[in-house]
């Protein structure tokens, strides 16, 4: 591929899939990030490609000890239209662009990749707005906490890693756009834990880089989140937060509701960032 950005590796008798589809999955999915982060997160990065069975994507990790690299197993049965498809490479993508916390702390590494996939390839025009809605109304209730379940640093369940931490996610950016009147949202906090150079191949104190995103937007929204959501289950009006920004799921369809009281900033999130 045109990019000396990104080195892919595979062994091209194990796939059926033409090199060409390779880099254009590969392609994709570093123009969505880059579109979300301002800039490609890191110098260089290896995207190693391992055969499996089955078809598409299959499983994908991202490393930051030494060189960066992402590595990917696809299924031996895949063509094109499957990995156009693909979330998963994009997603590990996403993880170049955050430093390496503690162990208690990996909902935010995985929670921050599940929220801001889909909304970096929406923004690069790869999904649509309605398909992020729908994914994360049906996927956030699964992070609520349930009984027994203590804070985010306490709960390493899949459920609340994931989407207990995307819901964090969602939680920061609607409050960072209210209390900057939709000036800055999440997006520019992690702009700016990047570009003071927070990235895969750091390892930051959590404390360090909710600071960092904090100063990027001249709000303690994240700070703040986090020293309620740490320790504590707290319980979200899911369904409240859906009508104020607008969304509804009407069989199966997602339905916006302009008029409602967060609309701009539903609309915000994920529209293309305006140059500046």
Known sequence: MDDNRIFITHM???????D???ERWVSDAARAVETYYGRFPVRRVKV?????????AQTGAAFGFGSPLIRMEVGRASDGAELARDWMLTHEMVHLAFPRVAVEHHWIEEGLATYVEPIA?????????????????????QGLPRPGDGGLDFTPTWSRTYWGGALFCLLADVEIRKRTTNRFGLQDALRGILQD???IQTIWPLTRVLERGDAAVGVPVLTELYEQMRATPVDVDLDGLWR????????????FDEEAPLAPVRRAITSPP???
């Open 12 to 18: 091209p008798r194990e796939l059926g899939v033409h």
């Open 20 to 22: 060409a589809d390779l």
């Open 48 to 56: 190693r490609v391992e055969p499996s069975d089955g078809q598409g």
């Open 121 to 141: 390839r929406a923004q690069a025009g790869q999904l649509s707005r309605e398909q992020v809605w729908r994914d994360l109304v049906a996927g956030l209730p």
């Open 197 to 199: 150079g927070g990235n």
């Open 244 to 255: 104020e920004l607008g969304v509804s799921l009407v069989d199966g369809e997602v339905i």
């Open 274 to 276: 305006t140059l500046s």
